[in-house]
């Protein structure tokens, strides 16, 4: 089956620093997603991805849709304290309908 | 405009008991989905509504099930539960089932523990 394998799974941010993250996969999408997940809360969606190397930003967000299909990017730029969370990528293909696989997510922490 | 809500937040039951969780989409939406979080398989696709239809559905055994309301509200139910059914469930509207600018909104989800 189709799997998405996110890296890292997870990292230690400060304060102003720019991170990055991605997803590979073995099988072509068509829709690339990005979700935050705080704890106790559901995913909230960041960027949706549409197009074949389409860059879409959100503020200091910023993500690619890989020209292959094959892998997305989210890079968070000048990181805030509530940057804090649990980043995960999520694919569609059309003829999954509304099914969304998901990355195995990334967890960003606060370096002490 | 209010945000999916899923009812109730928590719940706890025995194995062998049957549990239901009910999901309102967002106004509007007619497409709902489940999904399964768990710290070990992450987040899994269970299925997908869309019309009082199932459009889509995920590996998971019979014990599993769902349905959908004319108002599209959507109700999961899951029977004889296992301890390893322990989880946040997570429902998910859309607008619709197309691929392009249908972006998938999820709610707060529902933690089941199962004892």
């Known amino acids: 089956g189709q799997q998405l394998n996110q890296s890292p799974q997870s990292m230690f941010i400060q304060e102003g620093e720019d991170v990055s993250m991605n997803c590979t996969s073995s099988?072509?999408?068509?829709?690339w997603l990005w979700y935050k997940q705080d704890p106790g809360e559901g995913p909230v969606l960041l960027i949706a991805?549409?197009?074949?190397?389409e860059l879409t930003s959100n503020g200091r967000l910023t993500a690619q849709f890989g020209i292959t299909r094959k892998d997305s990017f989210l890079n968070i730029s000048a990181s805030i304290p509530s940057d804090v969370g649990i980043y995960f990528c999520a694919g569609r293909i059309k003829a999954a309908g509304n099914k969304l696989t998901f990355g195995g997510g990334t967890r960003v922490l606060v370096k002490p | 405009k209010a945000g999916v809500t899923q009812t109730p937040r928590y719940l706890i039951k025995t194995r062998g008991q049957q549990v239901t969780l009910s999901c309102s989409p967002i106004?509007?939406?007619?497409?709902v989905s489940w999904y399964q979080q768990t710290p070990g398989q992450g987040l899994q696709f269970l299925f997908e509504?869309?019309?009082?239809?199932?459009?889509n559905k995920g590996n998971f055994p019979g014990r599993f099930s769902g349905r959908q309301f004319s108002n599209s509200r959507s109700e999961m139910n899951v029977s004889t539960l296992e301890l390893g059914d322990s989880a946040l469930y997570l429902c998910?509207?859309?607008?619709?089932?197309?691929?392009?600018?249908?972006?998938?909104?999820f709610g707060p989800g529902t933690r089941l523990t199962v004892l």
């Open positions: 991805l549409y197009k074949a190397g």
């Open positions: 509504y869309f019309s009082e239809t199932q459009r």
């Open positions: 106004s509007g939406h007619r497409s």
């Open positions: 998910a509207s859309s607008l619709a089932r197309t691929s392009e600018n249908n972006e998938q909104f």
């Open positions: 099988s072509i999408f068509n829709t």
